[in-house]
């Protein structure tokens, strides 16, 4: 019936696991859950392992770190059931029904997308609003807006698929660290004939990062985006849309000089205690742009 698989790195999931044990229990199916730990630091190790006694879950440590992608593709080839249900470790289930909500929808669609929320209060670490701000304000979306941008506001975090659908897509394991594995992934679903199907089953976010920590990972990302553009594999994002349509208008180049003037400024507003989204979208376009043009001068170059 159902292989829940749980990638683990750097988090305690042992809530997650008792949390989804208990509702697969009560709903009397067959179940697997695959804790696979990517080379957490040896505390996470000694709390995660506790696992190991439980019935039904496969807690497993890799003797080396796989990446995000390459221990999710290791997670399905080890499932055993029809229906893989794709969790992050640092999710919290927030619905007594989660189960029971895929099981009901299963047969649906290709892929089930549950969506992501954040907490209704802010950290209490103001290092971390940013990260917490940009999740209210960007990511936790209803069903019905998910429903009309599919592949946009797909996560990867919360999804159920069959294991069929699986046998000619893969998680891109040239992707580096964080960043667009997600929409990769979603529009790989989509060229291969497959559906996505979003429902309002969403789990908790809980891997705030440090507001520093949150711009570096979203640097990464941008990088990835341009790697995977100038690979042939170009996807389409609100970043990418803003920054054709400045340019079509004429305004990249006042944008560019406006952004840099004021780009420290911006910066130390991000990782203050009142970070704006406003700032953070700045502060990526621009990052866009300076990255794009390494490409271009790195082609030219190179004839």
Request: charged share 30%; net charge positive; hydrophobic share 35%.
């Amino acid at each position: 019936m159902l292989s829940i698989l749980v990638p683990i790195y750097n988090f305690n999931v042992v809530k997650l696991v008792q949390a989804l044990k208990k509702q697969c229990d009560k709903l009397g199916i067959d179940y697997e859950i695959l804790c696979f730990d990517d080379m957490s630091d040896q505390k996470y190790k000694d709390v995660n392992r506790v696992l190991s006694d439980y019935f039904r879950v496969n807690y497993t440590e890799l003797s080396k770190n796989l990446g995000r992608a390459k221990i999710r593709n290791w997670l399905i080839k080890s499932a055993s059931y029809k229906y893989l249900l794709f969790l992050d470790c640092d999710s919290k289930v927030v619905s007594k029904e989660f189960i029971k909500n895929y099981i009901e929808q299963k047969d649906k669609g290709d892929v089930i997308s549950g969506g992501r929320v954040y907490s209704k209060k802010p950290p209490k670490a103001f290092s971390k609003k940013l990260h917490w701000l940009y999740g209210v304000k960007k990511e936790s979306k209803d069903a019905k807006f998910r429903s009309k941008h599919s592949v946009s506001y797909f996560h990867s975090n919360n999804f159920l698929a069959k294991n069929d659908t699986f046998k000619n897509i893969k998680f891109d394991e040239k992707i580096e660290g964080y960043g667009y594995e997600d929409l990769l992934l979603a529009q790989q679903i989509i060229d291969q004939g497959f559906t996505i199907k979003h429902i309002q089953n969403p789990v908790e976010h809980l891997g705030l990062e440090k507001a520093k920590v949150f711009i570096e990972k979203s640097e990464k990302a941008i990088d990835n985006l341009l790697r995977l553009k100038y690979s042939g594999k170009q996807l389409d994002t609100n970043l990418v849309r803003l920054a054709s349509r400045l340019q079509d208008f004429g305004l990249k180049n006042d944008f560019i000089e406006y952004a840099s003037k004021r780009h420290e400024k911006i910066r130390n507003r991000l990782l203050s205690k009142t970070p704006k989204i406003r700032d953070l979208d700045i502060f990526k376009l621009l990052f866009y742009y300076k990255k794009r043009q390494e490409w271009i001068d790195g082609f030219s170059n190179s004839e």
